[in-house]
């Protein structure tokens, strides 16, 4: 931690876009953003109205914005479907032909689905959905690999206003029960199996197991992708290809209120439950758009390649509804970066000419980490904008992005944003604004951002606080899926009216603002949102587990690591195979992801006098800090002297 301090201390340069990139960009200059950005702010509904009258409306709304503080409802009496601005209003022109996704399998196989091919496909889904009895409503759980029919899945339910609830192929069975039980999903689509460095990740077979303790699901409609031998239970699982026999490739898409539920995506909160957070249409749709414009710049002959699966929001936003809404050509690719070499990424940049690259910091310092000869063997020069998101991004990784994957002429925007605001809130403009490494810069058009105290009061320049968001946006969650007033509590309760997003924040004397990390109990690992409360509610799930407490240790790698503090039932005893089994049991409980990087057994945890663990002791003692702070409340001395020494 201190090392990223010290450099940013050390990385003073601005990085002004070229004159080139600035001429053709939509935003060319910072005097057109502040323009543009005040007058979004002073009213934003004029703004978003605008934005929203590019998309296609099968009814106009009758309101722009109705807000009852902290309910929002976008564009009301305004009906839209989201699968038809992605798709059918592309068909008319020259688009029509234009590759929409543009595919590559990670044992090679290589797809391109056009705007009318893909359209075709997700028709014909959406009338598989329906013969399967999924309708208007209903909520249909996506736990697919990182293959077109994700994207085919997704838009089919927009497409019939059935609400997806994508979850990422790399979550265990538990996870998937949970968000099966919690979103009262009635429908699965999975594949018999994915591709994830060179092995078979076996999700039908997560699938069935899932299904085992779940009430509810009626169907279960399976892609054949990898040919392994998986069971099928006859009435309730069906083959998609098999499927897709009965049905034609008529299916007009459905008027949609514009507050239509879109989908459900769980993310980590402070508690042990994952949150479900409701996204709805055209709000959402209407964001995805205008940012996907904006920051992106993108243009008709761009290739955009958004790394992120579809099972994080990121993949929901930038691979499927931002980009495709504005008529772009989205690379997607199956497997991991370094499959069957540390070059996989640079190699589909070169052969397939993609022009924007949008990918996390930690995957750009397992890059550096694989040495610069890798990007060497390839030609890159396609490339003319990058991205970042997911977490902060060290300066020597920003700049060793800059100058070697973007041979120095490519602004990179840092974007911050969160599952919960649907999309990018502060980022660069890239043809307008300079940058410093380290900052996601400035608010997106029609966003209040501010950094407060612990009183809502606006600290000033250089002054450490809350990230706020002060107006409603459309991209907005709605709430939290079947519980108002943890939504209400989460993020509107602390101030009244105003967004707290959980993140710890500053902004320099240019109002630049510098993220710095998370300040609730929630964990940024590999880019990655993980409660530190789920993991361990994992973790005492063990039987051998009595307490456990888990806390974030820099990484450089990953960011964050996941440290386990663990005391241990009468009977059980400390062991490094004990310590391996905790490990594994988190990924089966929650997923690879979770995996403890470092598991410390302890005779007892710090608390305070009403039994809280003092997890802010905890976090000094595994970043080798000393104990600073207020710790009179601690009960009990002794246990905080016996961590240490274990320490050392
Ligand atoms: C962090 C991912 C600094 C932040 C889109 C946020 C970032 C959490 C950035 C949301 C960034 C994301 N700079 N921090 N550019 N982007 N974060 O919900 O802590 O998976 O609250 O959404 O990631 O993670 P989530």
Not at 46 to 54: D, H, R, V
Not at 104 to 111: F, I, N, Q, T
Not at 118 to 124: D, G, K
Not at 191 to 201: E, F, H, I, K, N
Request: hydrophobic share 40%.
């Amino acid at each position: 931690m201190s090392k990223t301090i010290e450099s940013l201390l050390v990385e003073k340069r601005v990085f002004k876009p070229s004159r080139e990139f600035s001429k053709a960009a939509r935003i060319g200059s910072m005097a057109e953003y502040r323009k543009i950005y005040e007058a979004s702010i002073r009213n934003p509904e004029k703004f978003w109205a605008a934005e929203a009258s590019e998309l296609v409306w099968q009814k106009r709304w009758s309101k722009v914005l109705d807000w009852k503080a902290p309910f929002a409802k976008w564009f009301v009496g305004g009906k839209i479907n989201a699968s038809e601005n992605c798709l059918d209003r592309h068909l008319s022109g020259p688009r029509r032909n234009k590759a929409a996704l543009i595919w590559e399998g990670e044992p090679g196989e290589r797809r391109t689905l056009t705007f009318h091919q893909l359209h075709r496909e997700v028709c014909v889904f959406a009338n598989i959905l329906k013969r399967n009895g999924a309708k208007k409503g209903d909520r249909v759980l996506i736990y697919l690999p990182m293959i077109p029919e994700a994207v085919v899945a997704m838009l089919a339910c927009a497409r019939i206003g059935a609400v997806h609830t994508v979850v990422f192929a790399g979550f265990s069975s538990d996870s998937i029960r949970d968000r099966i039980q919690d979103s009262g999903a009635t429908l699965v689509v999975t594949a018999d199996g994915g591709y994830r460095r060179g092995q078979v990740v076996t999700l039908k077979q997560n699938v069935d197991q899932a299904l085992e303790g779940a009430r509810g699901v009626k169907k279960v409609i399976v892609f054949r992708r990898t040919n392994q031998d998986i069971h099928i239970k006859p009435g309730r699982d069906v083959w998609w290809h098999r499927e897709a026999e009965y049905v034609t490739a008529d299916c007009p898409a459905e008027p949609l209120d514009s507050e239509h539920p879109l989908f459900i995506l769980y993310t980590s909160g402070s508690t042990g439950k994952p949150k479900g957070i409701l996204h709805t249409t055209g709000g959402y749709l209407t964001s995805c758009y205008a940012t996907s414009k904006y920051i992106f710049d993108l243009r008709e002959e761009d290739v955009f390649w958004c790394t992120a699966d579809v099972g994080w929001v990121t993949g929901h936003s930038y691979v499927t509804y931002g980009p495709l809404a504005a008529g772009a050509t989205c690379m997607m690719y199956e497997g991991a970066p370094n499959w069957p070499q540390p070059d996989r990424f640079w190699k589909i940049i070169a052969d397939y000419g993609v022009t924007i690259l949008y990918t996390a910091p930690t995957a750009i310092r397992a890059f550096i980490k694989w040495g610069k000869e890798w990007p060497a063997k390839h030609d890159l020069s396609s490339l003319r904008l990058l991205g970042s998101v997911g977490e902060p991004i060290n300066p020597e990784a920003w700049i060793w992005y800059h100058e070697t994957i973007g041979g120095g002429r490519c602004p990179i925007v840092d974007t911050w944003w969160q599952t919960e605001t649907g999309v990018i809130m502060i980022s660069p403009f890239p043809g307008a604004t300079p940058l410093k490494p380290g900052s996601a810069t400035l608010p997106f058009f029609g966003v209040d951002a501010a950094i407060v105290d612990d009183h809502g009061r606006e600290v000033g320049a250089d002054q450490g606080g809350k990230l706020i968001i002060r107006k409603p946006w459309p991209g907005m969650l709605r709430t939290i899926y079947g519980d108002k007033a943890r939504y209400r509590k989460q993020y509107w309760g602390e101030f009244k009216g105003v967004y707290v997003a959980g993140d710890g924040a500053r902004r320099d004397k240019d109002g630049y603002f510098w993220v710095v990390g998370r300040i609730d109990d929630v964990l940024n690992v590999a880019g990655h949102r993980l409660g530190t409360a789920e993991v361990e509610s994992a973790l005492v799930s063990h039987e051998t587990v009595a307490e456990a407490a888990v806390v974030g240790r820099p990484d450089e790698l990953k960011g964050q690591a996941v440290v386990a503090f663990v005391t241990l039932r009468e009977g059980a005893k400390a062991s490094k195979e004990l310590a391996d089994k905790l490990r594994k049991h988190v990924g089966t409980v929650i997923g690879p992801i979770a995996k403890p990087d470092d598991i410390r057994f302890a005779e007892a945890l710090p608390k305070t006098r009403s039994g809280k663990i003092m997890r802010r002791l905890l976090k000094q003692i595994v970043e080798g800090a000393n104990i600073t702070g207020d710790t009179t409340t601690l009960e009990d001395f002794r246990v905080l002297a016996e961590l240490r020494s274990r320490d050392d």
